[in-house]
């Protein structure tokens, strides 16, 4: 019943981003409690994927520190979607990055605060994705403002991750 409670009071109303003191919104709670189905509601329904609450983290991050692997898949996919020049940095999709960037995608975006494609692509070791986001103009320092990386550079995560 959860997801039809949900349901029952967004059709009435309910704001789906309304935050408590903490800015934890009903899609934070839905991942962290696992619940996959309540989380897909509210992202079909305009749940703000990049929110963070006050200590920096994402619905994402609430996610994978508690193990949900199936809210995290749900995420990383709606991520994809709206912002696909980050999954073609996680990948190292080169062609997609350029037809992408070609087509005008903000080389510079860092949805909500997050990580730049930049950041992604380091952190995966995908050396000739990188090379293609410093060539289009990706501020090489530019850190992660909130979420696990919070105040990381692509260059940092690159050396934690043993891409040097």
């Known amino acids: 019943g959860h ?10 109303g309910a704001e789906v981003d309304r935050a408590d003191k903490d800015d934890w919104t009903p899609l934070f709670y839905a991942c962290c409690n696992g619940h996959v189905d309540v989380a897909r509601l509210l992202l079909d329904k305009g749940a703000e994927i990049t929110q963070a609450s006050k200590n920096g ?7 994978k520190n508690n193990h949900h692997d199936a809210v995290v ?9 709206k912002f696909p020049l980050h999954a073609a940095a996680r990948t190292g999709d080169v062609d997609a990055m350029t037809q992408l960037l070609d087509d005008g995608a903000a080389v510079n975006q860092a949805p909500g605060g997050g990580a730049t494609s930049l950041f992604i692509a380091c952190k995966k070791g995908h ?13 090489v320092d530019r850190a992660a403002e909130k979420g696990k990386w919070k ?5 940092l995560v690159a050396c934690y ?4």
């Open 127 to 139: 050396i000739d994705a990188a090379r293609l986001l410093l060539e289009r103009g990706a501020e």
């Open 151 to 155: 105040g990381a550079t692509p260059l």
């Open 161 to 164: 991750e043993g891409h040097v």
């Open 3 to 12: 997801v039809e409670a949900a349901r029952l009071v967004l059709e009435k």
């Open 57 to 63: 983290m994402t619905p994402l991050d609430v996610a």
């Open 73 to 81: 898949a749900l995420l990383e996919e709606q991520l994809d979607l």
